[in-house]
């Protein structure tokens, strides 16, 4: 099993361009999530999936869009970029809430906005 | 507001033990996560405690005290490849993770 995956790994866009980061996983897990990643800061959710076909705002959405049309992919989309939006991205999953429900995490991407 | 306080930084010795603490502030609890990462990858699951008291995972242990909000993580027997960042996570009444920005141990001969 791969686990988690995402793609591209890095990449650098100019301001106002757009992307989509591609977060797979293989595990057949509920939930997934979007994370981003800043020095002197705690991981801080994006967004977020509790099933296929359901999409969720986390702590900070702005600027950002995801679809989750198959369970096993969730997709993360920079529709204009912002120099604030330079970062490294995780996406992770779990099974469903309840009791334990350890998250597992992509090998992240690193985004650079000029 | 919700709030998870941790050390920046902390040093150790090869062969010591270490502890790190968190402290939190949050709106409902649902457990504790303490999670570890390497520079430049992923942060990787070490320790879920939901009842107070000490878990114990090889050279790691973890503890709780729900009442104080209030957890560490203990390492012991440090070897060089524990020099990473430990990052404490607490799920809150939405069963979302909110996030410590990370205690980096750095392991000195």
């Known amino acids: 099993n791969a686990g988690v995956t995402q793609t591209p790994k890095f990449r650098v866009l100019k301001t106002g361009q757009s992307m989509t980061l591609l977060c797979a996983q293989d595990m057949n897990h509920e939930y997934m999530y979007w994370y981003r990643q800043d020095p002197g800061m705690g991981l801080r959710l994006i967004h977020y999936?509790?099933?296929?076909?359901?999409?969720a705002k986390g702590e900070v959405p702005d600027g950002y869009n995801v679809s989750r049309l198959k369970k096993q992919n969730f997709l993360l989309g920079l529709e204009s970029a912002a120099p604030s939006q330079t970062s490294v991205y995780f996406c992770a999953s779990s099974p469903p809430e309840g009791g334990y429900n350890e998250q597992f995490f992509g090998p992240g991407t690193r985004l650079t906005v000029l | 507001g919700q709030n998870i306080d941790q050390p920046t930084e902390m040093t150790a010795t090869e062969g010591a033990i270490v502890q790190i603490n968190c402290t939190y502030q949050t709106s409902g609890f649902n457990g504790l996560f303490w999670y570890q990462q390497h520079a430049g990858e992923a942060p990787t699951f070490l320790s879920y405690?939901?009842l107070d008291g000490l878990e114990e995972k090889g050279r790691f242990s973890s503890f709780l005290s729900r009442s104080k909000g209030y957890s560490y993580l203990l390492l012991k027997e440090l070897q060089m490849k524990d020099s990473a960042s430990y990052l404490c996570?607490?799920?809150?009444?939405?069963?979302?993770?909110?996030w410590g920005a990370g205690t980096k141990l750095i392991i000195k001969p």
């Open positions: 996570a607490v799920m809150d009444s939405n069963y979302q993770l909110i």
């Open positions: 405690n939901v």
């Open positions: 999936s509790v099933g296929e076909g359901t999409t």
